[in-house]
């Protein structure tokens, strides 16, 4: 539970407010960003605004992995906890309900009528999960590396999902082991893109590739970008991995850590992917 005590000093007055737990994951400045700011000073997220409706707020107060967000006085937040999974569009949903397992990774649900996906793995809230068992359940739960399994377990033993990881990550009882590039349906390709560590695998549905900490938006989301300081296995197989990505056609990038991004094209993606592999440096 958020402290007033160690709110943070940008915080302006009102309700809502962000204390010194917090570990700058970003999800609160993606759901609410009238809201929630960035703060240069104390590299966390503080409330600069106050909300009239206080329903997105809400949502990144449910969704805060270290429960950083507190209110002063007491708001329902119940519409707030069942309004996830939130639609993005396409038939796409962002989940929420972080966890600080994984650091505040997001993850995604994919709702489609050959059995739904869920790509890494958000908190086991109970109204989460009753939510998504509404939306059909989870067939797959594709896990895109070591760092974002959170509560993996609770999800298998919910839905009977089948868990999906690359050998080199893969956690004990993983259904499904890869060893490399995979089709798990017509639809579904899962592409190993080591680097980020060894066994970190994308996948591409339609023109959406969901990426895991592979490559991600920039903050203002105008471009992609990738992160030599959180790359714990290979900065040379990340840049090859990240030219590789070049061969599959996407326009939509939708990564566990960090901002969307969408291109005008497939071929706008592609140029995208090569410059920000040229500009990772020589292997």
């Not at 609160?28 to 329903?55: H, I, K, N, W, Y």
């Not at 739960?141 to 839905?159: G, P, S, Y």
């Amino acid at each position: 539970m958020a402290r007033r005590a160690d709110a943070i000093a940008e915080n302006v007055d009102g309700d809502f407010f962000v204390d010194s737990s917090c570990i700058d994951c970003d999800l609160c400045r993606q759901l609410a960003p009238a809201v929630f700011a960035r703060s240069e000073t104390a590299g966390q997220s503080f409330v600069r605004a106050q909300p009239g409706d206080p329903q997105r707020a809400l949502m990144a107060l449910v969704t805060c992995p270290t429960a950083s967000i507190g209110t002063r006085r007491k708001l329902d937040a119940r519409p707030a906890a069942r309004a996830f999974p939130d639609p993005v569009g396409d038939g796409v949903y962002f989940c929420g309900y972080a966890s600080a397992d994984s650091y505040g990774a997001a993850s995604w649900l994919i709702a489609r009528p050959g059995g739904n996906v869920l790509v890494d793995s958000p908190r086991a809230a109970g109204p989460l999960l009753e939510r998504i068992g509404e939306l059909g359940g989870v067939r797959w739960l594709v896990l895109t590396h070591r760092d974002d399994v959170a509560d993996h377990a609770q999800l298998r033993a919910r839905f009977g999902c089948e868990r999906v990881m690359h050998r080199a990550d893969a956690v004990a009882g993983c259904e499904r082991v890869l060893d490399g590039d995979a089709q798990l349906a017509d639809d579904l390709a899962l592409v190993h893109v080591p680097g980020h560590t060894r066994g970190s695998i994308a996948l591409l549905w339609r023109d959406h590739l969901f990426t895991g900490d592979h490559v991600w938006a920039n903050d203002d989301q105008t471009g992609l970008e990738a992160g030599r300081d959180v790359c714990w296995y290979s900065w040379p197989e990340q840049r090859r991995s990240m030219r590789k990505l070049a061969d599959r056609a996407f326009r939509h990038v939708l990564p566990g850590h960090g901002r969307r991004f969408d291109a005008a094209s497939a071929a706008a993606m592609r140029a995208e992917v090569l410059r920000l592999a040229a500009s990772m440096g020589t292997v």
